[in-house]
């Protein structure tokens, strides 16, 4: 057993510089994995600063029709405010549907979208994993894929990225703010989470002893139009296979605006850029949400384990749009991994499966 000392902070400057002038402390709030992780050698942290005793758990809704969101707030916290619910309701399913009621209640929603990949190499200490030992290689790329990403991949790492409401926030334009060592910054959600590249090891731009204080989420009066629809193997306690969160306007039959990410398919949250340019102005028909999804996909690499996932998320796309378009959106999405065109899992011959503040299994807290 590793001895480890624990420091509890009452307030954020003194929470930055205990663990920024030691490179073996670690902030813990919901702490929902850390002792897993612990036991497991993949975190080897000889100091813990517990900082939930920081003032950052509110949740509140801006004039403008914006959010702003603590770090320390807990997930079921965010999913039960009135003000997310009418104003973002893909956030409030997308957190509904990650993990468990009693992990929701310890996770925060910072730690949240710092929590580690659930790849089982990076997870064991023994296997090649360039994001725990870098390097040593991964195991995952010739090994057991199924649950990898096929998007924003590299020859050093294909893990997915396991956040469900990162999802929705990558969709909303979020800004996450910070304070460090260098003072406070802000970071658009897309450049907060980095693609593995040559560096997997390398997740988040953040330096030792950068906090994560607030998750800002602009007005996007559209998002009162949204959903977040998650495709599993079972349907609750469960990663997604896909995962798709999306909001969209509609006038005289056609798109004037969308917004789109997918879950369960990129080594991060992955915006669907290519998805939402093609749909602008397009007539809502399932012939062009259909060509929207093989547009967003056709960059995919997938394995040979993997390879269904391209064609399912071709369908979690459609039938999101689909949702959206004949007004049945807004309400929670969740397939099972035996329907809604999970049957090109199976037809592919793969095998069946499960799926820093690090967060817990079965998809998302922290």
């Keep these: 057993m590793r001895p480890i000392t624990y420091l509890r902070a009452t307030d954020t400057a003194t929470a930055v510089a205990a663990v920024s002038s030691d490179p073996t402390s670690d902030f813990l709030a919901g702490g929902t994995t850390e002792v897993d992780l612990l036991r497991q050698n993949v975190l080897n942290p000889r100091r813990l600063v517990d ?19 603590g770090s320390l707030a807990r ?27 009693q992990l929701r209640n310890m996770a925060s929603m910072g730690g949240n979208l710092l929590q580690r990949v659930r ?15 870098p390097g040593s290689g991964c195991s ?12 924003g991949t590299s020859e050093h790492c294909i893990a997915t990225h396991p956040s469900d409401v990162a999802v929705a926030l ?63 193997d079972r349907e609750s306690y469960e990663f997604a296979l896909v995962s798709v969160a999306a909001a969209m306007s509609v006038a005289d039959g ?52 993997n390879a269904f996932k391209v064609e399912l998320a071709q369908r979690a796309i459609v039938r999101a749009l689909d949702m959206l378009g004949n007004g049945t959106g807004s309400g929670a999405g969740t397939e099972s991994g035996t329907e809604s ?14 799926g820093s503040a690090s967060g817990s299994e079965s998809g998302s807290p922290s």
């Excluded at 900082?51 to 029709?65: A, C, F, K, S």
């Excluded at 790849?119 to 725990?132: G, L």
């Excluded at 995952?140 to 998007?151: E, K, P």
């Excluded at 593995?196 to 090891?201: L, V």
Aim: charged share 25%; net charge negative.
């Design 140 to 151: 995952a790329i010739d090994g057991f894929s199924r649950g990898h990403a096929v998007l």
């Design 254 to 305: 056609r798109v004037v605006d969308v917004r789109m990410a997918l879950g369960g398919v990129a080594t991060k949250p992955w915006r669907a850029e290519r998805a939402e340019d093609f749909l602008i102005g397009a007539t809502i028909m399932r012939d062009n949400f259909a060509m929207a999804a093989r547009v967003e996909m056709a960059a995919a690499r997938p394995t040979r384990m």
């Design 170 to 232: 990558m969709a909303l334009d979020t800004r996450v703010h910070t304070m460090g060592p260098s003072g406070e910054r802000a970071y658009d959600i897309n450049d907060f989470f980095l693609l593995p590249g040559d560096s997997p090891h390398r997740e988040h731009p953040l330096e030792h002893g950068e906090l994560i204080t607030q998750i800002e989420v602009p007005p996007t009066p559209l998002a009162r139009r949204s959903l977040y629809l998650k495709v599993r």
């Design 341 to 354: 065109g999970t049957e090109s899992g199976t037809e592919s011959g793969t095998e069946s499966g499960t």
């Design 51 to 69: 900082i939930n005793e920081l003032p950052l758990t509110g949740i509140e809704g801006t004039p403008e029709g914006g959010l702003r969101i």
């Design 119 to 133: 790849c089982s190499y990076f997870r064991d200490a023994h296997s090649a994993c360039n994001k725990r030992d």
């Design 75 to 101: 997930m079921s916290e965010v999913a039960a405010a009135p003000v997310v619910r009418e104003r973002f309701p893909l956030i409030a399913q997308a957190l509904e549907l990650g993990a468990s009621a």
